[in-house]
């Protein structure tokens, strides 16, 4: 297996500044961008009219669909690749036969990608979304809260394996039971979860899994893959329809569906992307290897977290002992508005972080397997120097105008 050092000069983004923004978008490794760009060169050289050309897409993404089933511990069969996290929720909510009146418990802790789909749902069939007000996500909390959220028409809990707005890591098993055992099925967004921490879906019997490839498994945009149980594949119907989601048809409306999850991919993959995410993943799994990167998240998370606990003035918003590998933070004081003003300035500095626009409201830093103890006590340091200096000594950039004056902390 490779070294840090080694790691870090394959990722050349990670030696500009502290790349502390995985949740966002993980650092391109240069196998990854050297892939891409040799199958962008072939497709403008050779041309993509070939049937070698066809065939070889066709079997770029059956690859690609058992390199994400090996790591989520899934058959291939059910996995259908995706172009993010929001398209593989949309894929699982639009393929379900929704009445008017069915229910949707979801959390206070979700992003966008899971909430706005949840309010077209609203719009369009009258399905009744129930927010559980979960606080933080301390795992007790979230149990209790989703358990009291339940009605008869309770059909789906949709929620996240990570929140992306305090970096609680959620007690999906014991949410899976809970659900199963209430006669409701379970959609979670993954996308600060698989790459991050070990996923096991077959273990945890989730009914779908969606997620990203371009934040922790560190490849392109355009990249993703959905996980539907096998005993679910008859229950959502394709949402995009054409050439690729069938086995056969007679252009009279006469149609059989791929047999496996395939069935629910929306059509075309530039294939480049494809190409890229491939190579991504084999060099996490092959020279960097999933227990160093798991291991060195978790560390990395731990080590961040003690240097910002000993601050005065910062709240650490993460549950203790159920993080992955957000840590989240505020600033005692400090406006949504000057923190986004802060976030800009610690950027400038060399340290890539961000903020949270909704409640809690808070900061977020992301420790990558990558990321070195310096980098880690050294954005500690420079918060703390912003602590003293104090929210007037920064400029709130246009974008945070429209966020709230005050904190809305949940209970």
């Known amino acids: 297996m490779l070294t840090l050092s080694q790691i870090r000069q394959e990722l050349p983004a990670v030696q500009r500044a ?52 090996a790591l989520m511990h899934a058959p291939a069969s059910s996995v259908a690749l995706a172009h993010n996290t929001t398209e593989g929720v949309n894929l699982a909510l ?24 949840l309010a077209l749902l609203r719009q369009r069939f009258g399905v009744i979304v129930r927010f559980a007000d979960v606080g933080l996500g301390d795992a007790e909390h979230v149990l209790d809260a989703l358990s009291r959220a339940f009605t008869p028409r309770t059909r789906l809990v949709a929620l996240s394996h990570v929140s992306y707005s305090s970096g609680a890591l959620f007690p999906l098993a014991d949410i899976v039971e809970l659900a199963h055992r209430r006669g409701a099925w379970v959609l979670v967004d993954a996308a600060q979860s698989l790459g991050a921490i070990p996923v096991d879906v077959t273990a945890l019997g989730v009914d779908f899994y969606a997620c990203s490839g371009q934040k922790w498994l560190c490849g392109p945009e355009g990249t993703g893959v959905l996980y539907v149980h096998p005993d679910r594949l008859d229950d959502i119907l394709p949402t995009f329809g054409g050439y690729t989601t069938v086995l056969a048809q007679d252009h009279r409306g006469w149609i059989v569906p791929q047999p496996g999850a395939a069935r629910y991919e929306s059509i075309t993959f530039y294939p480049p992307t494809i190409v890229g995410m491939a ?14 990167i798991f291991r060195n998240i978790a560390a990395n998370a731990q080590t961040l977290r003690d240097a910002l606990a000993r601050l005065p003035g910062v709240t650490l918003l993460t549950p203790q002992g159920q993080q992955a590998g957000l840590v989240n933070f505020d600033l005692e004081g400090w406006s949504p508005q000057a923190l986004a003003g802060l976030s800009d300035a610690i950027g400038q500095a060399g340290y890539g972080i961000r903020t949270i626009p909704h409640p809690p409201f808070g900061m977020r830093a992301a420790t990558g397997f990558f990321n070195t103890t310096d980098e880690l006590l050294g954005l500690a340091a420079e918060i703390e120097a912003w602590l003293i200096k104090g929210p007037t000594a920064v400029t709130v950039p246009p974008f945070a105008a429209g966020l709230p004056a005050q904190y809305v902390k949940p209970a």
Do not use: C
């Open 18 to 69: 502290a790349y502390l923004n995985t949740g966002s978008n993980g650092p391109l490794p240069q196998r990854a961008a050297a892939a891409m760009t040799a199958a962008a060169e072939a497709e403008l050289t050779a041309g993509r009219i070939s049937m070698a050309h066809w065939m070889g897409s066709v079997e770029l993404k059956r690859s690609l669909r058992e390199d994400f089933a």
């Open 94 to 117: 639009w393929g379900l036969n929704w009445q008017a009146g069915d229910e949707v418990i979801t959390t206070t802790l979700e992003h966008p990608g899971v909430t706005v789909p």
């Open 279 to 292: 190579a991504a993943l084999s060099w996490l799994r092959e020279e960097v290897g999933f227990d160093f």
